[in-house]
């Protein structure tokens, strides 16, 4: 990905959060993208600085607004992270475009020994406060995960998953 892709993508997700670049959610996006780039730099010697700075941010992001969001993931396009506090996401996370992410939300494997079964967001996914997504389950697109919701199975498109473990409701 070129420097101007990567602007492009930053500003895109700056839109997404109303413009506002002190909004933590937007901070936490846009270290994780330059995370992504960097890895795409030449030699190590040039990516080095780079991986400096993403490390910092990362780490601050983590530490001061409580989003844990490594460059391993893939997020898609326009994602919002609409509060923050307590958001920790699997390195191994798959969040589509036009996504939105809420506080005190995991998104993470569900045993030690399989470590890259992690959820799958489909786009449009919207997830409400405190909900708990674990393992390789897929979230349908345009599905709503209620808050407090503890998701162990696979959401359809269009559905609402709410309760502890979460019943899936189809919206209709």
């Known amino acids: 990905m070129s420097v101007l892709a990567l602007r492009a993508q930053i500003r895109e997700d700056l839109a997404v959060h109303d413009g506002d670049w002190t909004r933590p959610g937007f901070r936490a996006i846009a270290a994780y993208r330059i995370g992504v780039w960097r890895m795409g730099v030449g030699p190590k010697w040039l990516r080095a600085p780079l991986t400096l700075f993403y490390n910092w941010a990362f780490r601050h992001c983590r530490n001061v607004y409580g989003i844990e ?87 359809p498109a269009g559905a609402l998953a709410t309760g502890v473990p979460a019943t899936v409701r189809l919206r209709g």
């Open 69 to 155: 969001l490594p460059y391993t993931c893939t997020i898609g396009r326009r994602v919002r992270i609409e509060h923050q506090g307590g958001i920790v996401v699997h390195g191994a996370t798959v969040i589509g475009d036009d996504c939105i992410i809420r506080q005190n939300c995991t998104l993470g494997i569900r045993r030690l020994d399989q470590l890259h079964d992690a959820p799958i967001l489909e786009d449009g996914v919207n997830v409400g406060a405190g909900a708990v997504i674990l393992g390789r389950v897929t979230i349908g697109t345009g599905a709503a995960i209620g808050a407090n919701a503890v998701v162990l199975t696979d959401v």
